[in-house]
């Protein structure tokens, strides 16, 4: 008997639509926990959770590490962590606090610490300018503070203007006084309140730098159920954008008089309608922050002022006709605006230049799926991942798919009304994550000429996530906060926060390319790539899983470390290891499948051994009869 060698690299991802008699030997029909990468099919890393203490998965030995876990806390307060952003060296995370508020927090070697947003002065009558980082004095009450934020929303410094103070370091109480700052500036207090962040929502968060001075990068971010916000390492502001475009709510019962309900002539209770200051999304194009509200319209600040919303100073407001579902604004000739049934994209530089242009009335994005691949805005809708690709003329878009081997995985996920809960990009990895509120998901390779997509799931399902460098040239890190209030970093450490990895890969069914010739499958070799040593079940069946052709039992393989990182690329030649093996193989040398075609199964569930990758396959078959 003759046995033949077969060979196929492990890529192309799962694929749920092409003929199992027309599909490359090399994709998956199934799949769970594994990604598509450049070297083939890797089992994803774990995560842990992250305070910003020292990472579990670097403890010395098991109990180092169980008890680094133990010392690392949820984010305090209850619910989800509805936002996370890595910013300024550090990870922010918004959670609601026992007493009904929101609160924000920053990672620490110590573990999270409040942020504590100050106090607003509103004022009028200011007839000197209040400079940023002065010190405040009450003329009556000689109360003081240091200003962080001036914000004009009327008039001029000629003693008509009117708007707030962002103060921090309050000592005494102001009254409502003349206050004036150590370079003469002056204006009226009026009232002086706490900032306070609203509950619920989920976090739309960007950094960006509007001043073009140095080191005045900053935070912003919207909730949907309050105020939109700056926060600059220090002091956190609040951006009133002045024109109460936000969500449309009913408000029910609105006047009484002693405990008893006003009611209409005909007994109804009398139902108003109340338009709020509650931003959904964030993005900034042409240096201008836009805000954007659900009852259908965009707000953009002043050039170079996010926090002034004044007409005068070159903001203004663009309809929209529906609730906005995403921004990106990282495109380098438009800002591009989702809504749930449409898109369009802004162009222009200013007030008396923007202009909307319509790209697709006939669908859009599912809120919390916009990303931005390179240049290419990526984004879920009805029919499953899109992407929007500029064409030779500045500023157009065409549409194109990317999800149509996996359109049944979409279509099951939406007929049963799994909602997306968060994305984001892993630059470094050429990768999109989407997460649904089911703790399952998908990674989108885009390294190679056609998208890749393997879906993952995860014991605890996600509601928010990021991505960024804490430090330039540190390498991007991913974090999600989590339903349970735990702030988890991805692709850290060998097990889900200490449970197992469960992972597995189905390979296509394999007929050689002959798929009426009979043959008995003998042995299969995998190339792997694994730094330590690493231990696989595989099991297979034979001609589609059909009649009497039994399936191979799962087996169990120990291999031995073998990766192309196990020397530096740059090592000097002397330094480097030569005996050290730089791939793995599996050796499934008991098979004895006899039909057409045959497909493998690789499993893999552990707590401790790191990822591996599945690169190649090779089968030795012979050839039997040629079935009529």
Request: with cysteine; aromatic share 8%; charged share 20%.
């Amino acid at each position: 008997m003759v046995l033949r060698p077969s060979s196929v690299l492990l890529r192309g991802g799962l694929d749920l639509i092409t003929p199992a008699m027309a599909m490359p030997a090399g994709r998956a029909i199934a799949a769970m926990n594994y990604e598509p990468e450049a070297r083939g099919y890797r089992r994803i890393g774990g995560y842990e959770r992250f305070d910003g203490r020292p990472s579990p998965s670097l403890g010395a030995n098991a109990q180092d590490i169980a008890a680094r876990r133990a010392a690392i806390r949820k984010v305090p307060g209850i619910g989800p962590v509805r936002g996370v952003y890595v910013y300024a060296g550090a990870l922010y995370a918004f959670r609601d606090n026992e007493d009904g508020q929101g609160a924000m927090w920053r990672s620490t070697m110590t573990g999270w610490r409040r942020i504590m947003p100050g106090h607003v002065m509103r004022f009028t009558g200011g007839s000197v300018e209040i400079v940023e980082g002065n010190a405040l004095v009450g003329e009556t009450s000689s109360a003081s503070a240091i200003v962080r934020r001036v914000v004009v929303q009327s008039g001029v410094w000629d003693g008509s203007a009117a708007g707030y103070l962002v103060l921090s370091d309050i000592v005494g109480e102001f009254t409502q006084e003349a206050v004036t700052d150590v370079q003469g500036g002056r204006v009226n207090a009026r009232t002086i309140e706490p900032i306070t962040i609203s509950p619920g929502g989920r976090y739309d968060l960007m950094a960006h730098n509007f001043y073009g001075a140095a080191r005045r990068r900053r935070l912003y971010g919207a909730n949907g159920v309050g105020k939109a916000f700056e926060f600059d390492g220090e002091t956190y502001h609040p951006i009133e954008t002045g024109n109460q475009a936000g969500t449309l709510d009913d408000v029910v019962a609105i006047v009484t008089r002693a405990n008893a309900t006003i009611v209409s002539r005909t007994g109804a209770t009398i139902i108003a309608r109340g338009e709020y200051d509650r931003p959904a999304h964030i993005g900034q194009y042409s240096n201008h922050l836009f805000l954007t509200f659900d009852a259908g319209s965009l707000m953009h600040s002043g050039v170079g002022e996010p926090l002034d919303f004044r007409t005068s100073s070159g903001a203004g407001e663009i309809g929209f006709g529906t609730a906005p579902t995403g921004l990106l604004s990282s495109v380098s000739t438009s800002l591009v605006i989702f809504g749930q049934s449409r898109i369009e994209y802004l162009v222009g530089t200013d007030q008396d230049t923007f202009e909307m242009r319509p790209i697709s009335d006939a669908a859009g994005a599912a809120r919390w799926s916009t990303q931005q691949g390179g240049e290419t805005p990526i984004y879920l809708d009805e029919g499953g991942l899109r992407k929007l690709s500029t064409t030779a003329a500045f500023g157009d878009w065409t549409l194109g798919t990317l999800s149509q081997l996996v359109e049944p995985l979409f279509r099951a996920k939406r007929d049963a009304g799994v909602a997306v809960a968060a994305s984001l990009v892993a630059k470094a990895k050429d990768q999109v994550r989407l997460f649904w509120n089911d703790g399952s998901g998908i990674i989108l390779y885009l390294g190679r000429e056609a998208p890749e997509i393997m879906p993952i799931r995860f014991p605890t399902p996600v509601f928010s996530a990021c991505s960024g460098e804490f430090r330039e040239g540190e390498g991007e890190r991913m974090f999600v906060g989590s339903t349970d209030g735990y702030v988890y970093e991805l692709d850290k450490g060998p097990s889900f926060d200490g449970a197992s990895v469960p992972a597995y890969v189905r390979l296509a069914w394999n007929s050689e390319r002959q798929p009426m010739l009979e043959k008995r499958f003998q042995s299969a070799r995998i190339e792997t790539d694994s730094l330590s040593p690493m231990s696989i079940g595989i099991a297979y069946a034979v001609d589609y899983s059909m009649g009497d052709n039994l399936a191979g039992e799962l087996r169990s393989y120990a291999i031995p470390a073998g990766s192309l990182l196990s020397n530096p690329a740059d090592a000097p030649y002397g330094s480097i290891d030569w005996t050290v093996a730089m791939s793995g193989e599996i050796h499934a040398d008991d098979l004895s499948g006899l039909g057409r075609n045959i497909a493998l199964t690789i499993v893999s569930d552990h707590t401790t051994e790191d990822p591996h990758t599945l690169a190649a396959l090779t089968m030795f078959y012979a050839a039997r009869r040629q079935l009529r």
